[in-house]
């Protein structure tokens, strides 16, 4: 890591961004802590509204909108704090400090929120010091400007980029944001303590052949020679720079003391880090893997780790979800994909794993997969864009969508129902189908995008997010880790929760706020999309009975309660049905018959 002075590392840090930082969020805080139903807003007339601290000293006034979905659309400029009759200035630490009881903060999990909270702002703050960019312009920027050039993380935690861990100086160096270049660290593992797995066709030599050069491969050898060990002995695992400085080289030192692990140095390859921030793309080389890494850090509820024994079955099971998609008619035609996890490798510290239970970070240190890059997958006039950015807006208020809606030149109902064909088709079809269900959130799709329009859609982040809840499906012994125990009462909050609350709420308030399209086009059009999936697949008219999507309500499952609730690992995810915070329920806004 290059030396800086150390003033200099915080130069983003001052009162105007840090400010304005603050009151961006809680303008999220206020929105999203309202709709989970944490705070309750007193109505003071109009469209203005007052929530209180526990104490009652001091209220916070604010003027939202309101929307489907109890989406509050609040106006940061509006937002005003007052104790006493007194104007006091607003104070993003301080808000939770007076709300912790409403909020369900203990006194365990509160300071380790703060500090979540203060990294956002942090980062928040360093966005503000970039030169401001357009949606039109990162629009037009291409596939990794608009990973990196989107500012708001996940659309629903409002502590969604706290990344303890990093210091200032790796923030700059691995924030997806700051947008800078890295060469990965390599490692060589004795291979009677790794286990290397691979897909269809492919095998460790003809995988690492693909992503090292000669050259690279050459001097790896020669660090080997110069230890006195052989090659053939150990497989390479690729490790993030901030896992090496800051845990192999001293929580592993005992294995690399004893030359189980063997540091080879630095790939050649430039990788640029993605909004997940332990995946890494390849700038270099295109049309290369992905790599993502293990990465102790806390964000967003999880230690950002990958198990060993987790790993092994990755590629199989991207095997088999690539050969359903191939097979079915209706994925077909819409012409989804997934980019598969091709190949995994993991290392396996035994006194870790005498020592601790399954679960236990320590044994999600050290692995690696590699994942299938949607470039060479491209048609000319073909673009690829984050489905994250959507609901990216830039300094004058306009979105990434508005921006497409533009240069597509279409109606925006008709660019709309062009996306949901693409979009929530295919996790519609699985749903019913197969009863496979996705995370389907911004940043795990990738959008396909011709001349403005959406043509297709790419999901990845395949093994670890996606379950199938038929306890009768046949599944390859492989295959078998995704089953998933969800009360049949509980299955389509998949699609309403995931999709249209956690996503299509957002999209369809921030297109109706900039004048694009209104609300009720907004979600009669999707109704039209899954009214339209349904007309086309009758032999499926069972389940669509059983698992009603125009149903008049569905339950409310709150995200910002898990993490509230525990920050250090929000869900079990061998039970995630089992952890949700279910909270009344929401109005489905395309419900009727």
Request: hydrophobic letters at 45%; aromatic letters at 10%; a negative charge.
């Amino acid at each position: 890591m290059t030396p800086r002075n150390p003033a200099d590392s915080v130069a983003h840090l001052t009162p105007e961004h840090w400010a304005a930082a603050g009151r961006l969020l809680i303008r999220k805080a206020l929105a999203e802590f309202s709709h989970e139903r944490l705070l309750t807003p007193a109505p003071l007339g109009g469209d203005r509204y007052s929530v209180h601290s526990d104490d009652g000293a001091t209220e916070y006034r604010f003027t939202a909108r309101r929307f489907a979905l109890d989406h509050w659309q609040v106006d940061a400029q509006s937002v005003t704090r007052h104790r006493h009759g007194s104007d006091v200035p607003l104070d993003a630490l301080e808000f939770f400090v007076e709300l912790r009881a409403a909020l369900g903060l203990s006194a365990e999990i509160l300071p380790v929120y703060l500090e979540e909270i203060s990294s956002t702002l942090a980062g928040t703050a360093y966005k503000l010091t970039k030169k401001p960019t357009t949606a039109a312009e990162l629009v037009a920027a291409g596939f990794q400007s608009i990973e990196t050039g989107v500012t708001e993380g996940h659309p629903c935690f409002v502590a969604n980029n706290g990344r303890l861990g990093f210091g200032v100086d790796e923030f700059r160096a691995y924030a997806p944001e700051a947008a800078a270049g890295i060469r990965l660290v390599w490692l060589a593992a004795r291979r009677d303590r790794a286990t290397f797995t691979a897909g269809a066709g492919l095998d460790y030599d003809s995988l690492i052949a693909g992503e090292l050069s000669e050259a690279a491969l050459g001097r790896f050898a020669a660090r080997m020679a110069d230890l006195g060990l052989d090659p053939d002995d150990y497989l390479l695992i690729p490790v993030h720079p901030w896992q090496w400085w800051n845990k192999l080289s001293v929580t592993f030192a005992g294995e690399l003391a004893q030359r189980h692990l063997v540091c080879l140095g630095e790939g050649e390859d430039a990788y640029l880090a993605q909004q997940s921030i332990r995946t890494f793309f390849n700038t270099d080389h295109p049309e290369k893997h992905y790599v993502k890494t293990a990465l102790s850090v806390l964000n967003m509820g999880f230690m950002r780790g990958l198990s060993a024994a987790y790993m092994e079955v990755t590629p199989a099971i991207n095997d088999w979800l690539a050969g359903l998609i191939g097979s079915d008619a209706v994925l077909r035609g819409a012409r989804f994909s997934i980019i598969r996890e091709r190949a995994a490798i993991g290392y396996h510290h035994r006194a870790y794993e005498a020592a601790t239970a399954k679960g236990s970070p320590y044994l999600k240190m050290l692995a690696a997969l590699w994942r299938e890059s949607p470039v060479p997958a491209l048609a000319p006039g073909e673009r690829l864009a984050t489905m994250a950015s959507l609901i990216h807006t830039d300094h004058e208020g306009r979105s990434v969508a508005a921006a497409l809606i533009a240069e597509s030149g279409l109606d925006p109902a008709d660019w709309l129902r062009h996306y949901l064909d693409a979009y929530l088709v295919p996790v519609l079809h699985c749903f019913y189908a197969y009863d496979l269900v996705f995370m389907p959130h911004g940043e795990n799709v990738i959008l396909v995008v011709e001349d403005g329009v959406v043509r297709r859609t790419v999901f990845k982040d395949i093994a670890e997010e996606i379950a199938v809840m038929d306890p009768d499906a046949v599944l390859p012994p492989q295959v078998e880790r995704i089953r998933a125990d969800v009360p049949d009462d509980m299955k389509l909050l998949s699609v309403l929760t995931d999709v249209f609350d956690c996503f299509f709420r957002f999209l369809g308030a921030g297109l109706d706020t900039e004048g694009v399209l209104d609300e009720e086009t907004f979600w009669r059009t999707v109704r039209a999309c899954v009214a339209g999936y349904q007309e086309s697949a009758p032999y499926l008219a069972d389940r669509f009975a059983q698992y009603d999507m125009f149903a008049e309500e569905f339950a409310l499952s709150c995200l910002n309660r898990l993490q509230l609730r525990d920050n250090q690992q929000m869900v079990d995810l061998t039970d995630p049905s089992g952890a949700l915070q279910l909270i009344g329920t929401l109005r489905n806004p395309i419900a009727g018959p």
